[in-house]
């Protein structure tokens, strides 16, 4: 399994603001993807970020409002932007094991007041 | 589409009480299934998975078998502790192509002493 750290574990922040969170695995993976969970909720996909190409955006989720960096194979940087108080959620990456599991970080705990 | 369905919770046990959460899902083909568990204020930790049919999962006392007549996937686990207050997450991936992990909705079980 790969372990995975998160940054901030939590945050509180303005809305109109933005908020970049970075994730970090110590094996190079191909694929990385940022999950939301709302308050009470399941877990939902927002992308899945390939090194070396574009993010792959879910239904419902925009590039202008999460935009996604993933510049090497153990790192990957996820931006809330102008955020709401709609925003707060918890915010997970992960990575895909060999049978295809998902391993995930800690998690990154918004809220926006 | 493909789905899971879990049953509603809060689940409420006594400590030594038999477990059982209902897990049931809906796809094309045969999925690799998983149970999650997020312990409060953690991320998610697999906890078990199985990837065909009759394959029986099993981590920490817990167990899941693949059902695939009954499309099931139910987790048990014989004699809960009070450690095992969390949320549980059944989830479904394919392993080939691209493929997300969809997950249910989540059971929370509350173990009291």
């Known amino acids: 399994s790969a372990v995975i750290s998160q940054k901030p574990s939590r945050d509180i922040c303005q809305r109109g603001t933005s908020l970049t969170i970075q994730c970090q695995v110590d094996s190079q993976v191909t694929m990385m993807f940022w999950y939301r969970q709302q308050p009470g909720q399941s877990l939902t996909l927002i992308a899945t970020a390939n090194q070396g190409s574009e993010a792959t955006y879910e239904s419902g989720f925009v590039i202008d409002k999460f935009p996604i960096s993933r510049p090497n194979l153990t790192f990957s940087t996820l931006t809330v932007s102008n955020m709401s108080p709609e925003d707060s959620s918890i915010y997970l990456c992960s990575v895909e094991g060999g049978a295809g599991e998902q391993y995930f970080g800690p998690g990154t705990r918004l809220t926006v007041t | 589409g493909n789905s899971v369905t879990q049953m509603e919770g809060p689940v409420t046990l006594s400590e030594e009480a038999f477990l059982t959460i209902n897990c049931t899902y809906t796809a094309t083909g045969y999925p690799s299934l998983f149970w999650y568990v997020q312990y409060p204020g953690e991320g998610l930790q697999l906890l078990l998975k199985?990837?065909?049919?009759?394959d029986k999962g099993s981590n920490k006392g817990f167990e899941a078998t693949y059902r695939k007549e009954t499309t099931s996937f139910h987790l048990e686990k014989g004699s809960v502790q009070v450690s095992d207050s969390a949320v549980y997450f059944c989830a479904l991936r394919f392993s080939s192509g691209y493929s997300t992990l969809t997950f249910g909705k989540g059971t929370m079980l509350l173990v009291s002493p």
């Open positions: 199985a990837t065909k049919a009759d």
